[in-house]
């Protein structure tokens, strides 16, 4: 379900988002944040805190930086992979948050 969720998002990046003005009170985008919250999260939490992202985006909110966040064990080497350590290679960014969740920032690099 997550692959057919991430194709859906896909497809709305790609063909829907352009129709429209850009409007998101967010950053990143919400169908950004949805789509790192399917790639990093289960399917049902991902679907929870994607829906809970777009029902803020509205105009009584005054929107801001939100970024996705992702729990990770204390043993997984994600964070720190052996011989990566040239950063044109580095495509997100693992701050942490609190109690083992880490805020899941992706890296732009423009050189």
Known sequence: M?????I???FYRTFLSP????CC??????SQYAL????????????Y?????????????????NYAIRKI?????????????KLDKLKFLFVPYKNEKYFIIKIIFKG
């Open 36 to 47: 790192e919250q399917f790639k990093y999260n289960s399917f049902f939490i991902a679907l």
């Open 49 to 65: 805190n994607s829906v809970f992202r777009i029902l803020k985006c509205n105009q009584l909110n005054d929107g801001g930086f």
């Open 8 to 10: 859906l998002i896909n």
């Open 19 to 22: 129709l429209k003005p850009a």
């Open 25 to 30: 009170r967010f950053y990143p985008t919400c």
């Open 2 to 6: 997550k692959k057919q969720a991430i």
């Open 73 to 85: 064990k204390k043993n997984n080497t994600l964070l720190f992979l052996k011989g990566q350590n």
